[in-house]
């Protein structure tokens, strides 16, 4: 069995695939398009309330998983839910749609939300 050496930088490469790895050091990154907007996404927040404190404000409702109005397509990255089973199907689950009222970023991503606003910084 082969060992990867420790490579000081965030890629690193095996005979297999390439893998790209977030600084240890800070959350991960969630993007929100088309809006273009970046934000940090700790784990003790789901990606709707980290938004919000990025002054991002993405529809939302119920914030419990069950109303759909916050659903979106996740087009990069991994998640995981604060419930057993939120009010996705297994198909959309599949395609890559979350509910980020109740999803954590893994890893950095991409979600594609088209009624997403830029708010003002609070004062």
């Known amino acids: 069995m082969r060992v990867a050496a420790r490579i000081p930088c965030k890629v690193w490469r095996n005979s ?30 789901t990606i709707l309330e980290a938004a919000g404190f990025a002054n991002l404000r993405l529809p939302r409702s119920c914030r419990n998983g069950t109303c759909r109005t916050c659903i979106c ?32 970023a893994e890893t950095d991503l991409v979600i594609e939300a088209p009624d997403a606003i830029g708010l003002p910084p609070s004062r």
């Open 16 to 45: 297999l695939t390439t893998h790209t790895m977030s600084a240890p050091t800070r959350p991960p990154l969630a993007r929100v398009e088309p809006l273009g907007q970046s934000f940090e996404a700790p784990d003790s927040l």
């Open 73 to 104: 397509k996740m087009t990069a990255g991994r998640v995981r839910y604060t419930i057993e089973w939120p009010g996705l199907s297994r198909e959309e689950k599949t395609q890559g749609y979350i509910l980020p009222c109740v999803a954590i």
